[in-house]
Structure formats: structure tokens, C-alpha cells
């Protein structure tokens, strides 16, 4: 069996022959040996004292010199310490150089979303209040034309545009009303029609058969309890076929001047990205809002609210870095925040394109909607 030394082993066995060829090499009375004066100095006097009593120098006189020898192998070990904590100190300067370089080059970690100045997390309900009616403003003066999106001429044509509006878009139904009107101008008209030709009219705003029902049904109880007037109350509008609370309170806001708040999906989407409610619920929602605001406001907050929703606080991508409420929403950066990227999100008139009426108010600033199929 072949005994091997290994690196280690073989690295330890010469270390005390260096030692012992180190002692011999370092002779007594050297330059490098001046520093050990304290000790050298008395030692080497004695020595040559000796040496004149006795002309043969025992070897033993050198032993104090021998003293001396770690003296004289200071300047080595100095040596080899200072190139030792030179290379050590090298060594950390390299590797905080390393450090710095990594920490450049290391990819950024997600910081969460930018929070605009002056948005406190928490606060309380009269800071959320205050804050609350700031967005109301700012909202005014960014939608100061903001107004029902649905082309209406009296209050029944609002409300059968309010009961088709359902699951569409205000576009599409002013798309469609134009001939549905030249057609039945009357509840009693529509009462009248003929289903499948009433349908066939509506057919492009979506669930047309269901939307049917509900206009011959609306326009009958019109005709024959109101004396073919819409009625002012939302508890006479929410008894009509297919009206609820939303569709009445549009009603009673734009045709009749009744404060109503007008909760629609874009509507309780910002309610609650605003954190001015919590809940999904739209009566919910109604009710927390109506604390908020006085009932004067509510009509107008109603269309600024949803002029915003569907301009620039869209349901998946809210155009955050163009959104002039942006410094009071503590859903700040739930969208889009690069400005440019942002800018392009922006719909109808806010994004250059056509508003949502064929006939829009005189102060509307964006281009009137094409009519169907325009
Ligand atoms: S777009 Fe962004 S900043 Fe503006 S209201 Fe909506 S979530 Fe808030």
C-alpha cells in the first residue's frame, strides 16, 4: 500500500524546515536586525567583553543575539505581513468593487406602484369626505360639458333609451333611436307596434326580445295610468316594466331635474377605486355616496363620474399617468402610468375620437358619434 502526502500534509512537513533554515540565514548583527536595538545593543557589548577575556567566543555568547533573531526576521514577517494585508486589502477592494458592480448590474427589484403626493393610506372618514369632494371638483373642471350620453328629446324617449341601454353601449342605442322614434313617437305608439317589427328595430342594441317586452309593456302602463306621461316619482317609475332604481334615477336627474345618483357599472367601479364605499351592491353604493355629497350634486357628479369612467378610469386599463385625478386616488397606478403610454388609452373626445351622441350638447368639445353603420 502506497503511502501518498497529500498538498496538506506535504505543506506542513516543510514548514519547519523553512523555520529552521530561516533561523540559520538570519544572522546576528545585520541591518535587519537595527530595529531590536533595546535588546541587540547590551547583548552584543557583553558578547564582545567576553570575547576580550576569552579569544574563543562560546557559542553560547550568540544565544542572546539568537534573541535578536526574531528581531532580525521582523522585517521579513513585517514584509510578508504588509504584502499579506496588502493582498488582503487588495483583495477586499476587489471584491467591493465586485459588490458595487453586482449591485449595478443586479436587475431592479418590482418597487409597487408610485403613490401621487399628498395621499394619506390611512384616513379618516372626514379626510375621505374632504377628499371626496376635491375629485368632484377636479372632475367638474375637467368635464365641464359633461351631460347624459343618451341623444333624448322628452322624457319618454329618455326612458325607453334608459331600458335599452342595458348591456350595450349609449352609442350603439343613439345609433338606434333615430328610427325607433321616427317609428312610435308616442307611448301610445309603441304600445301599439307590432312586436316583431318593434324587435327587429331594436335588434342592434342586444336582447332585443327581452327589451321588446319591456317597451310594449312600459308604454302600455303609460298610456293607460299616467295618461301617456312618464311619471316624476321613482316609485311610480321603479312599477313600470323593466325601469329600476338606475333607470329611474336617470329619468328623474335629466328629464325632470329630480336629484338622483345614477349607479351604473363605471360608476360603482370608481365609488370604489375612490374608496368612497366598499360595496358592490348599487343600492349600497347609492346610499354611500348620497352621505357624501349634497343632494344638489348628485345628478352632475353622476355624468361626471361615468364621463370619467368610460374616458379615462377604464374598467381593465385605467390611464393612471393622464388622469387628472391621479393625486387624490388611492388607486393611483392600478393602470397605465407612463404618460405616453397612458395618453394613447384615452377614449372619445379625451382621445381624440367621436363622443358617445349623434346630437351632442353645444359645449361638447369632441365630434358628434356617426350614425349606424357609419
Ligand atoms: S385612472 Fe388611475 S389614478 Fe385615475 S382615477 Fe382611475 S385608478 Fe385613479
Known amino acids: 500500500m502506497t503511502t501518498k502526502k497529500t498538498a496538506a500534509e506535504k505543506t506542513t512537513a516543510e514548514k519547519p524546515a523553512k523555520k529552521a533554515a530561516t533561523k540559520k540565514a538570519a544572522p546576528a548583527g545585520t541591518a535587519a536586525a537595527e530595529p531590536a536595538t533595546a535588546e541587540a545593543a547590551p547583548a ?21 543575539a539568537k534573541k535578536a533573531t526574531p528581531t532580525k526576521n521582523t522585517p521579513t514577517k513585517t514584509s510578508a505581513t504588509k504584502t499579506s494585508t496588502a493582498t488582503k486589502t487588495s483583495a477586499a477592494k476587489k471584491a467591493n468593487a465586485a459588490k458595487k458592480a453586482t449591485a449595478k448590474k443586479a436587475p431592479a427589484k418590482k418597487s409597487p406602484a408610485p403613490k401621487p403626493p399628498g395621499f394619506a393610506k390611512r384616513e379618516s372618514r372626514a379626510a375621505m369626505v374632504k377628499r371626496a369632494h376635491a375629485i368632484n371638483e377636479v372632475l367638474a373642471e375637467t368635464y365641464p360639458y359633461a351631460h347624459p350620453e343618451l341623444d333624448f328629446e322628452d322624457p319618454f324617449q329618455l326612458l325607453v333609451a334608459t331600458v335599452l341601454s342595458a348591456q350595450t353601449t349609449d352609442l350603439r342605442v343613439n345609433q338606434t333611436t333615430p328610427a325607433l322614434f321616427a317609428k312610435y313617437p308616442t307611448p301610445e305608439d ?185
Open 190 to 374: 309603441m304600445a301599439a307596434a307590432v312586436p316583431e317589427e318593434l324587435e327587429e328595430l331594436i335588434r342592434p342594441t342586444g336582447f332585443f326580445r327581452a327589451k321588446a317586452r319591456s317597451l310594449l309593456g312600459l308604454s302600455a302602463a303609460l298610456r293607460d295610468d299616467f295618461d301617456g306621461e312618464v311619471p316624476a316619482t321613482v316609485d311610480a317609475l321603479v312599477k313600470l316594466p323593466g325601469v329600476g332604481r338606475k333607470t329611474a334615477f336617470v329619468v328623474l336627474g335629466n328629464a325632470f331635474g329630480v336629484p338622483g345618483i345614477t349607479v351604473d357599472t363605471h360608476f360603482g367601479r370608481l365609488a370604489r377605486r375612490w374608496k368612497w364605499t366598499t360595496s358592490e351592491d348599487p343600492v349600497k353604493v347609492e346610499s354611500d355616496v348620497a352621505a357624501i355629497f349634497e343632494p344638489s350634486e348628485w345628478t352632475m357628479l353622476s355624468h361626471r363620474v361615468i364621463f370619467h369612467g368610460r374616458r379615462i378610469c377604464h374598467s381593465r386599463r385605467p390611464a393612471c399617468g393622464a388622469c387628472p385625478v391621479a393625486p387624490l386616488c388611492p388607486s393611483y397606478g392600478e393602470g397605465e402610468t407612463d404618460p405616453e403610454k397612458a395618453k394613447k388609452l384615452l377614449k372619445y373626445e379625451k382621445g381624440g375620437m367621436p363622443g358617445q351622441r349623434l346630437k351632442p350638447p353645444a359645449d361638447f368639445p369632441g365630434p358628434p358619434a356617426p350614425p349606424l353603420g357609419g
Open 44 to 64: 552584543r557589548k557583553t558578547a564582545a567583553k567576553k570575547a576580550a577575556a576569552k579569544k574563543t567566543a562560546p557559542a553560547k555568547k550568540t544565544a542572546p
